[in-house]
């Protein structure tokens, strides 16, 4: 039986940025069994304050690609790409609560007092930007299905990242933080099953499209050493906050 093309075309290319969600700096300090609860407590308000940048253009960008795919001749990865879209929209105001719901534990106990509006208001970050950019790029670009790359990566980070801090943040804040972490819960339970049809979009274009699968393999790992920036980003601005209340 022939390797599936995913494997052999695609993940060496993903590899190297893939095992940063093991033995990365950010990584490796959340997930610390001796990881300080107000540093957690405060990336998880940073993570979900700035995620709402990160998420609200999302199913615009899926229905773009998929549209751009369509024209472009590859029809079924792009009618699948236009489904799934609608699955994605509106997720952005479940970080929006989540930041809320965070940010007034965090109020009742722990000082300084924050603003969950201006927190979300913060400027975006290069890495941000950068999210944003790559998404434009490739659905502008020659092979606008390389989308289904980019939410193989971060769909995938619901898969293997995401189960481990939703465990440690019940060991380390209280099973109750999970009332305020709806989006993270949320992506756990669903990226499973889109991970998987990823998984089978990714095969199927690299079928199709072998001239382009270093491409669309390099869209990929672009776009999660992006989001592991963005992480980077929350975690020196959760820093700052536990500086500001040394101060």
Not at 192 to 217: D, F, R, W
Request: proline share 5%; with cysteine; aromatic share 6%.
């Amino acid at each position: 039986m022939n390797k599936p093309l995913v494997e052999e075309q695609y993940l060496p290319h993903v590899t190297d940025v893939r095992h940063l969600l093991a033995t990365g700096p950010h990584v490796t300090t959340l997930l610390d069994s001796n990881v300080e609860p107000a540093l957690l407590e405060a990336f998880l308000i940073q993570l979900c304050a700035l995620g709402v940048y990160m998420t609200e253009p999302v199913d615009g960008w899926i229905r773009r690609a998929g549209e751009a795919c369509v024209k472009a001749g590859m029809t079924d990865v792009g009618e699948k790409l236009i489904t799934h879209a609608k699955h994605e929209a509106g997720h952005h105001l479940m970080m929006v609560e989540d930041t809320k719901n965070l940010v007034a534990g965090w109020n009742a106990r722990r000082f300084p007092k924050l603003d969950a509006e201006a927190l979300m208001a913060q400027a975006p970050t290069p890495a941000m930007q950068e999210y944003r950019q790559i998404h434009e790029d490739t659905i502008a670009g020659p092979m606008p299905g390389a989308q289904v790359a980019i939410e193989y990566e971060i769909e995938n980070l619901s898969v293997v990242f995401a189960p481990r801090l939703i465990e440690q943040c019940k060991r380390v804040l209280g099973p109750e933080v999970m009332n305020s972490l709806s989006f993270i819960k949320e992506h756990v339970e669903l990226d499973v099953g889109h991970t998987a049809l990823n998984e089978v979009m990714l095969n199927k274009l690299l079928g199709q499209k072998p001239e382009h699968a270093a491409t669309i393999a390099k869209t990929g790992a672009r776009a999660l050493d992006i989001y592991l920036r963005f992480y980077g980003d929350c975690m020196a601005k959760a820093k700052q906050l536990l500086q500001s209340a040394a101060a």
